[in-house]
C-alpha cells in the first residue's frame, strides 16, 4: 500500500496503476462501517483509494472538529489488511487555498434535516468531496446510507456538475446490538451506549408499524419519540421520501425514516429505507 501525503504523491502513486478506481472518502477513525466500503470497493475495481481527511470546512463553530477521533496508526494497518492500495492523507494547507470558489448545498436538500441544525455543513462537504473526486478520477466512489442526507447530495452534485463517477450506497453497518457504528460512537460511555439503543428500538418501532399498515407519519413520529425518552435532545424523528421532502402518509417504496439525538454532547444519526 502507498501512503500518500500530498498532492503530488498521490499523483506519483496512480501513475503506475491501471484500471478501474474505486474510491473511499473517510474522517478516518476507522469502523466496520468504513470497512465493508471499502470492501465492496475492492470487490468491484482494480484499484482502492481510500481517503482520511477529517474536512475543517464541513465542522460548525464549536463543533467537535479539534477533538474528532485521530487514529492514524490503527487506519493505516486497517487499510493495510484491508488491501488498499493508495490511502490518501493530505494536509488542510495542501486541500484548501486561502480564497476559494464555493460549493453551496441546494436550498431545501442542503438547510432541512441536518442542514438546518448545521446550517454550511454540506456545503462544506460537498467541496471536499468534489475535490476528492477530482483528485482521485474515481471511477466508482462508496458512501454509507448511514449519512442518507450527504449521499442525496453527493448524488445531485455529481448529476448537476456532470461528474463522471458512479456514487454506489452502501447498507448501515451496525453493532450486533442494532447500534450503528460511529466514529463519534467512541465519545459514548458504556451507559451512554445503553440509552444510545433507544435510537434503533424507534427505527425498529416504525417499521414494525408499518408492516401493521399503520401510515400515518404524524402517529409513527409519536410513537417513536416514546421510545427515545432517555436520550438527552431529540433534534429531529423526521419520515421523507428520497428528495427528502417530509411525508405525511408512508410510501411503501422510497421512504426514509431518520433520527438524529444528543447523549451527552454527542450528537448521533440513524435511519431506514424502505
Ligand atoms: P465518516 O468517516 O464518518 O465521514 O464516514 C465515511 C463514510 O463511511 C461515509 O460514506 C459514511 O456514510 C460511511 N459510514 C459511516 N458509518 C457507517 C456505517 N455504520 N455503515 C455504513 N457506512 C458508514
Redesign the pocket.
Known amino acids: 500500500m502507498i501512503i500518500a501525503k500530498s498532492i503530488n504523491e498521490l499523483y506519483e502513486a496512480k501513475k503506475n496503476l491501471i484500471g478501474s478506481i474505486g474510491f473511499?472518502?473517510?474522517?478516518?477513525?476507522?469502523?466496520?462501517?468504513?470497512i465493508?466500503?471499502i470492501r465492496r470497493a475492492k470487490d468491484e475495481n482494480k484499484i482502492v483509494i481510500v481517503s482520511i481527511f477529517v474536512n475543517p470546512t464541513q465542522f460548525l463553530e464549536g463543533e467537535d472538529f479539534s477533538t474528532y477521533p485521530r487514529k492514524d496508526l490503527a487506519d493505516i494497518e486497517i487499510c493495510k489488511m484491508s488491501k488498499v492500495d493508495i490511502l490518501f492523507m493530505p494536509s488542510i494547507n495542501s486541500m484548501y487555498k486561502k480564497d476559494e470558489l464555493i460549493i453551496m448545498a441546494p436550498s431545501i436538500g442542503g438547510y432541512v434535516l441536518d442542514g438546518a441544525s448545521r446550517p454550511k455543513h454540506f456545503d462544506g462537504m460537498l467541496q471536499i468531496v468534489m475535490k476528492l473526486l477530482n483528485l482521485t478520477s474515481a471511477t466508482k466512489a462508496?458512501?454509507?446510507?448511514?449519512?442518507a442526507q450527504?449521499?442525496a447530495l453527493i448524488k445531485q452534485m455529481v448529476n448537476h456538475y456532470f461528474l463522471d463517477v458512479e456514487i454506489v450506497e452502501?447498507?448501515?453497518?451496525?453493532e450486533c446490538n442494532g447500534l450503528?457504528?460511529?466514529?463519534r460512537n467512541s465519545y459514548l460511555s458504556p451507559k451512554d451506549k445503553i440509552r444510545a439503543l433507544t435510537i434503533f428500538q424507534s427505527l425498529n418501532l416504525a417499521i414494525s408499524m408499518i408492516f401493521k399498515k399503520e401510515l400515518n407519519t404524524k402517529i409513527i413520529k409519536q410513537e417513536m419519540k416514546k421510545v427515545l425518552s432517555k436520550v438527552d435532545k431529540i433534534e429531529y424523528i423526521e419520515i421523507v421520501n428520497r428528495d427528502f421532502h417530509s411525508l405525511e402518509s408512508v410510501e411503501l417504496q422510497g421512504t426514509i425514516i431518520l433520527v438524529a439525538v444528543y447523549i451527552g454532547d454527542t450528537r448521533l444519526i440513524d435511519n431506514i429505507w424502505i
Not at 473511499?24 to 468504513?34: I, Q
Not at 452502501?170 to 451496525?174: L, S
Not at 450503528?180 to 466514529?183: E, R
Open positions: 473511499v472518502p473517510t474522517m478516518g477513525a476507522l469502523h466496520n462501517g468504513h465493508s466500503l462508496y458512501f454509507g446510507k448511514k449519512d450527504q449521499l452502501c447498507e448501515i453497518i451496525r450503528a457504528m460511529s466514529s
